[in-house]
């Protein structure tokens, strides 16, 4: 039992694969912009499907907006049953979409300075 402790204790290999761990935990500045730099290269197809996703979910607000704009106008019976559907199916979601996608470049511009 003792020979089984002293030779955890003494063996250097726990120390330097301690130390390679805390390695692979800790970036310095270089390995964080490469890792950046491979996550944007790596994700580059996906763009196109981002902003055809951005598109349509503008469009459907947009046209939302329109709708409700005209019933308001309009004095339409069902502008209060649509001003409710749109809020709860098509603005909270949107807000939620928007938030998310402007959400790291506030942060980033808040703790950055």
Known sequence: MFNMIKGLLGSNTIIENG???LDKIVLTEEE???????FVKAT???NR????????????WASSMGVSTYL????SA???????FAFTNI?????????????????EA???K
């Open 78 to 84: 069902l502008a209060s049953t649509y001003l409710q």
């Open 44 to 46: 580059m197809p996906m």
């Open 110 to 112: 808040k703790f950055s």
């Open 49 to 60: 499907a981002r902003r055809i996703i951005a598109t349509v979910v503008t469009a459907v």
């Open 19 to 21: 130390v390679k761990a």
């Open 91 to 107: 603005s909270a979601p949107f807000t939620v979409i928007v938030g998310f996608y402007f959400w790291k470049k506030v942060t």
């Open 32 to 38: 964080k912009l490469d890792l950046k730099l491979e």
């Open 72 to 75: 308001l106008l309009t004095e």
